[in-house]
Every structure is written in structure tokens, then in C-alpha cells.
């Protein structure tokens, strides 16, 4: 069992930054992938981003590519989302995710292969 835990959400400008940090607890951080998702309203969930176990290979939604970098901390057991240059269309709750799944390349992409799930926060950007 996983434990997470997101912040760092709040109300933004557009083009303003925010950092969302998801701390972990339970068993061995290290051990999942992590993924970081959002849900605005009336849409569906989508992924965000996503970064393996020990770090390294990463994924990112095209929306947000070159704009938002995810990173991790194995020894603080804890995932980021580092969000730049954000737009009004970016306004979700952001959710963080753990995956025990293990993949020779790439990073868990989808909800269904996310077994833990934070409670979410709230990133607001306005026009």
C-alpha cells in the first residue's frame, strides 16, 4: 500500500509558474513509477506525465511538452511537476500516481495501470 499526498496547487496568471510536489508513504518509493494526471471539468482524466523507477526515461502529454518537467527524489520519496509558462487550458485538479507495473522501455501511460492514487489539487490559471 502507497500513500500520496500532492501540493503546490493554487491559483495562477497565465504564464505564471507553479511546482506540484506529491509525497509518498508506505512502501518503498523507489519501487513504482510515478505518473502525474489531471482532470478539468466535464473532461476526462488524462496523463500528464510519467517518470520510471530510478528516474530516467520520462513521458509527457504533447500540451505539455517543453512547458512542464516531472522529476523524482528517491531519498525524500517524493515526485514533482514542475509547470512553466501555463495556460488557462492547464486549470485541473492534478493528481499523482504510483504504478508497480514495470516496463523494459518506457514509462505506465494509462489510469488502469495506476494502482495508488493522491486525493488531487487544485491548479487554476487564469486568462
Known amino acids: 500500500q502507497v500513500q500520496l499526498a500532492e501540493s503546490g496547487g493554487g491559483l495562477v496568471q497565465a504564464g505564471g509558474s507553479l511546482r506540484l510536489s506529491c509525497a509518498a508513504s508506505g512502501r518503498t518509493f523507489s519501487s513504482y513509477a510515478m505518473g502525474w494526471f489531471r482532470q478539468a471539468p466535464g473532461k476526462e482524466r488524462e496523463i500528464v506525465s510519467a517518470?520510471?523507477?530510478?528516474?530516467?526515461?520520462?513521458y509527457y502529454a504533447d500540451s505539455v511538452k517543453g512547458r512542464f518537467t516531472i522529476s523524482r527524489d528517491n531519498a525524500k520519496d517524493t515526485v514533482y511537476l514542475q509547470m512553466n509558462s501555463l495556460k488557462p487550458e492547464d486549470t485541473a485538479v492534478y493528481y499523482c500516481?504510483?504504478?508497480?507495473?514495470?516496463?523494459?522501455?518506457?514509462?505506465?501511460?494509462?489510469?488502469?495501470?495506476?494502482?495508488?492514487w493522491g486525493q488531487g489539487t487544485q491548479v487554476t490559471v487564469s486568462s
Open positions: 500516481a504510483a504504478s508497480s507495473r514495470t516496463y523494459t522501455v518506457g514509462t505506465p501511460r494509462y489510469s488502469y495501470e495506476y494502482s495508488y
Open positions: 517518470i520510471r523507477r530510478s528516474s530516467g526515461s520520462t
